[in-house]
């Protein structure tokens, strides 16, 4: 064979990637040329010091950081999509929904098709000037239903269109936002939908907090997989501590499984905030006392919580927590 | 049971932001050591890891699954360290085939080089650390990707070659000039 297909494989051969006929015949090479033999010892010494010396790789806290910054960055992206199209969208997925949707959009389209067929004095765009020149909204009613006379609706984003009054006319377009109230029980699928929405991605931490507090204060045990993934994303990732403990002692409240303790000990892992990891470990040990076990790698995290964490009575629990499992 | 990487891009594409998350956080911890290894710099690795992740946010939707999804995420990984190195870069830029010579360094600046001159066999593990990184920081960004990804991240030419999108002959050849240029750099620790 030739000598540069051995200098091929001396990277191979470092790594122990050869197979047994090639390594055999890779040594018998290197015993008849000083050249290879020579490289060989010199990629083997980099590997070995490079095996030695390894390059510092990111802590928890570290890793925890990037992700609180993520998660930042995240919700601004979502938030820069349309909120509205966004709340829709989450509303019409839901397979209970689509029935009772599919139908209401039929009765509008229904009301729509009526109201073009009937109508005298067809209005599509908002007109009409006093004597003083100045826009006058206040009688008409647009064709997206709201009455521009009303004080609730903002109007954002005027793009002119024509803004040449010479004719006796000037055409604009623009944004009317409208409050939308909902009265109901928490109970309801609708509103607890809208609570779930807000409790993700609304900026206002206190709305976010109220939202976990309205679905805490919800009378049935069990909310949907929807809601309690969305607590768990919470419970771990809100920038705010006070909202990801009330997310975490919501879950404590929730049927105990798989989820629930996984989310339970990545708090008690990452989260910088000493009370929420009381909490978290208070709530591993409660489950603890009902029978639920942990596996060898959740007793490390126990382990090394006993050892490491800063407070003292999560290191007290967590050795409670080791001494149970014996 | 946990989700495969599969079901939980199925649910991330419909829009479950907490099945994205779990995808996220299977690889993160990767992805940010690469970085760091990469820019030796924590803000710069995690502007890298936030960057790498909002492209797979924005991408996720038209992942079609022609690839392993760790392939596809590393990929990303690689390019926004090779993009950040370029935005940031303070040296000269060497086309690859004239970075590296035996000869003459190949033009590759070492400023630092009288810092090996002399034999230092007793340096702690930390220093002889910090002398690796400074002699990583000295390779050219695809050699120090490609270094970093065999000998620190433990990947295969073959998978390095998939995420970098290129021929094994290339990763190679990336390798063996970056193993010269390091076993230069550092024949006065070892």
């Known amino acids: 064979m030739e000598h540069h297909i051995y200098k091929e494989w001396i990277p191979l051969a470092v790594d122990n990637d050869l197979n047994d006929n090639e390594q055999i015949e890779f040594d018998k090479h290197l015993n008849e040329c000083a050249e290879c033999q020579a490289e060989y010892d010199g990629q083997k010494k980099l590997k070995l010091l490079l095996i030695d010396n390894t390059l510092p790789e990111p802590d928890d806290y570290f890793l925890f950081q990037a992700r609180q910054q993520l998660r930042d960055a995240l919700r601004k992206e979502r938030s820069d999509k349309p909120s509205l199209k966004n709340l829709l969208g989450r509303i019409f997925t839901l397979r209970k929904f689509q029935f009772a949707f599919g139908g209401a959009a039929l009765l509008i389209v229904g009301f729509f098709a009526g109201y073009l067929f009937f109508r005298t004095n067809p209005v599509q765009i908002v007109n009409g000037t006093d004597t003083n020149g100045m826009i006058e909204t206040a009688s008409h009613e647009n064709s997206s239903g709201f009455d521009l006379s009303q004080n609730d609706v903002r109007i954002t984003n005027i793009r002119f269109i024509d803004q040449d009054a010479s004719d006796g006319e000037i055409e604009f377009i623009f944004d009317a936002v409208k409050p939308v109230r909902m009265k109901g029980s928490v109970n309801d699928e609708m509103i607890k939908n809208v609570l779930t929405y807000s409790m993700l991605n609304v900026e206002n931490p206190g709305v976010r907090l109220n939202s976990i507090n309205l679905i805490s204060s919800e009378s049935k045990a069990e909310p949907d997989s929807d809601i309690k993934d969305a607590v768990i994303t919470v419970a771990k990732f809100d920038e705010n501590p006070g909202v990801r403990l009330q997310a975490i002692k919501l879950l404590s409240n929730l049927s105990y499984d798989e989820k629930i303790k996984n989310t339970l000990l990545y708090v008690l892992m990452n989260d910088e905030i000493s009370g929420n990891r009381v909490e978290a470990i208070n709530c591993l040990m409660a489950a603890q006392k009902k029978g639920t076990g942990f596996t060898e790698d959740e007793l490390s995290i126990f382990k090394k919580k006993m050892t490491a964490d800063e407070n003292r009575y999560i290191r007290y629990q967590a050795k409670t927590v080791l001494e149970e499992s014996k | ?190």
């Not at chain 2, 990929?75 to 590296?100: D, G, Q, S």
């Not at chain 2, 001159?117 to 050219?140: T, W």
């Not at chain 2, 050849?173 to 750099?185: D, P």
């Open chain 2, 1 to 190: 049971m946990a989700l495969s990487d599969t079901d939980l891009i199925y649910k991330a594409q419909a829009g479950d932001s907490s099945s994205f998350e779990e995808l996220v956080f299977r690889y993160d911890k990767r992805v940010l050591s690469m970085a760091l290894k990469y820019v030796q710099n924590k803000d710069d690795a995690k502007d890298i890891y936030q960057e790498v992740f909002i492209r797979v946010f924005k991408g996720l939707k038209n992942f079609q699954f022609k690839s392993e999804f760790s392939t596809w995420l590393f990929r990303i990984t690689t390019n926004v360290c090779l993009t950040h190195y370029a935005k940031n870069k303070k040296r000269i830029n060497v086309p690859i085939n004239e970075e590296f010579d035996e000869e003459d360094n190949g033009g590759v600046i070492l400023e630092n080089e009288h810092n090996y001159s002399s034999p230092e066999k007793h340096l702690s593990s930390n220093e002889i650390s910090e002398k690796i990184n400074e002699a990583v920081d000295k390779l050219s960004p695809k050699q120090k990707m490609i270094f970093l990804m065999k000998h620190f991240e433990g990947y295969k030419l073959k998978e390095i070659a998939l995420i970098m999108d290129c021929q094994e002959g290339t990763v190679k050849k990336y390798l063996f000039e970056a193993n010269h240029k390091m076993r230069k750099l550092l024949k006065n620790i070892y």
